[in-house]
């Protein structure tokens, strides 16, 4: 890359500046970068200039030159780099192209003419290799996030690219296949491809990386060697600073370690919503996805649902408003059955995120999306300037105009446009799935403030996740699902893990 200069098109404030600044990077083969920084730094912009994809299928204005294995990207079209580069996109759903996961597999290797066994055994390969072996007979629609994600990777990776390009790899992972795709991604290093990663959960990366790049602002502000004398997660730190809360300690990676069952009593205490024998199969599947769960959820939790991925951890939180309705059981919220409302009344009570800001962010402008839920409520203008205020504030969204088109937005901004839009609703119950996708270390710190401070003013706080260092930082129960089942329920206090500012008030810093 060579004085890569790269500007969104559009007529909003936010497209005057350039997203990439004079960006110059020289990458060789059989390296493995790591690519980080805070959300909105040009990560994701980054990688699309990679494979042709800017300046050929994004519009905008490019300056300066991107050279991939001698050719200039202005020069050829995005399939001629299709053999070189294999990208994994932050949203596994842009670049799933077939209906159930075999074939999707394949899918690169059938358009190169490959023989059926050779089609056949690279699909088995691959698939063991990243564990996904049970899902070749699924549906992609059947899927869960992290499910896709993985099916994304492994499509990617079957066509052997020379250079391995993945943005945000882990974000949907749980921690057993994060650990798997780290090893394969070491593995395939090692046999000489070229391996980039744009990530913010960089701990477990960062002992297997070569060099360590961190961007801010469109512009490259670190480029080093890791010091091998320095831990992985103490790596990051020696890069970028200390953590933004001033000295905490780093969170356990052990979610069980120091755990304490009855922290306090729940049976004195009226839950504001309850799951009981709850059942639940998604229509064409032959096993339920939810099998007799009965739980209870308490004012002034931060409960964390842990479990890998497919193991009805998304599931469970659909049935929390009415989006989803049990086979089985019943869900009560308060007092009154689920069965009994509408979503939308549900809504006045449950503030639910769901994985991908992407699916329920719609509005033109970051104004119009946090004021739609209020508007729906009846709340005066005025109350509503208030509101939108507040929100924005409290998840740093204040640098951005607030005419912006919140789908122009990187991935972290969307996800933080996506979360105020939730807290506009100042629902009694706020419910996250998978909130960390695309913040950097420092938001990650505010949210956990945030939850921790909603959780003082007696609200419900329900979050899923696979984040073990953001779960650490603000949940005081732990839940972990397998199969469609509780597997174990516990109780830690907050003072002896995590970081000792998680009940600050205030927000997510920038």
Not at 250 to 269: E, H, Y
Not at 382 to 397: D, F, H, Q, Y
Not at 496 to 503: D, F, N, V, Y
């Amino acid at each position: 890359m060579r004085n890569l200069t790269f500007r969104y098109a559009g007529d909003t404030p936010r497209h005057k500046d350039p997203v990439l600044c004079q960006v110059s990077l020289t990458i060789y083969p059989g390296e493995f970068v790591v690519v980080t920084g805070p959300s909105g730094s040009g990560k994701s912009t980054l990688a699309r200039c990679m494979n042709g994809l800017i300046p050929h299928a994004t519009r905008g204005t490019m300056e300066g030159n991107v050279i991939v294995q001698g050719m200039d990207t202005k020069d050829f079209d995005v399939p001629d780099f299709a053999r070189h580069v294999g990208m994994v996109f932050q949203d596994p759903g842009s670049q799933l192209v077939t209906g159930d996961v075999e074939s999707e597999i394949a899918f690169g290797l059938e358009i190169q003419n490959l023989p059926a066994a050779e089609i056949r055994s690279r699909v088995d390969r691959i698939a063991g290799t990243l564990a996904i072996t049970h899902l070749l007979g699924r549906t992609i629609r059947t899927l869960s996030w992290g499910e896709r994600q993985r099916v994304a990777i492994a499509a990617v990776l079957a066509v052997l690219p020379s250079i391995l390009v993945l943005d945000e790899p882990l974000s949907g992972l749980d921690v057993p296949a994060a650990r798997d795709l780290a090893r394969l991604l070491s593995e395939l290093n090692a046999a000489g491809t070229t391996v980039i990663i744009l990530e913010h959960r960089t701990a477990g990366l960062l002992p297997l990386a070569s060099r360590v790049i961190a961007m801010k602002n469109g512009e490259i502000i670190a480029d080093r060697r890791p010091d091998p004398g320095i831990p992985g997660t103490e790596r990051m730190q020696h890069l970028t600073g200390p953590c933004p809360c001033g000295g905490c300690p780093q969170p356990k990676d052990d979610l069980a370690g120091g755990r304490t069952q009855g922290f306090f009593c729940d049976r004195s205490r009226i839950p504001s919503l309850r799951f009981e024998d709850v059942t639940f199969r998604y229509p064409g599947e032959p096993e339920p996805v939810l099998n007799g769960i009965s739980l209870d959820f308490f004012p002034g939790d931060v409960t964390i649902l842990a479990g890998p991925n497919g193991s009805g951890k998304t599931t469970i939180l659909k049935h929390c408003n009415g989006l989803l309705v049990p086979d089985r059981g019943t869900v009560v919220l308060g007092a009154t059955p689920l069965s009994a409302i509408t979503i939308a009344d549900a809504a006045r009570t449950v503030g639910l995120l769901s994985q991908h800001a992407g699916f329920q962010i719609f509005e033109s402008t970051i104004t119009d999306e946090l004021a739609f839920g209020p508007r729906n409520l009846k709340k005066s203008p005025s109350e509503i300037g208030k509101i939108i205020g507040a929100a924005r504030r409290m998840c740093s969204l204040d640098h951005i105009d607030p005419s912006t088109p919140p789908l122009g937005l990187s991935g972290g901004e969307k996800q933080r446009v996506a979360v105020a839009g939730i807290l506009a609703m100042e629902t009694p119950v706020v419910i996250l799935d998978e909130p960390t996708f695309g913040l950097d270390p420092a938001l990650k710190q505010g949210l956990a403030a945030l939850l921790r401070r909603m959780s003082s003013e007696k609200k419900t706080v329900i979050v899923a996740t696979h984040d073990e260092e953001f779960a650490n930082a603000c949940g005081d129960r732990f839940i972990r699902i397998a199969a469609g089942r509780i597997e174990s329920d516990e109780r830690i206090p907050l003072h002896s893990r995590g970081c000792t500012k998680a009940g600050d008030p205030g927000g997510m810093p920038v």
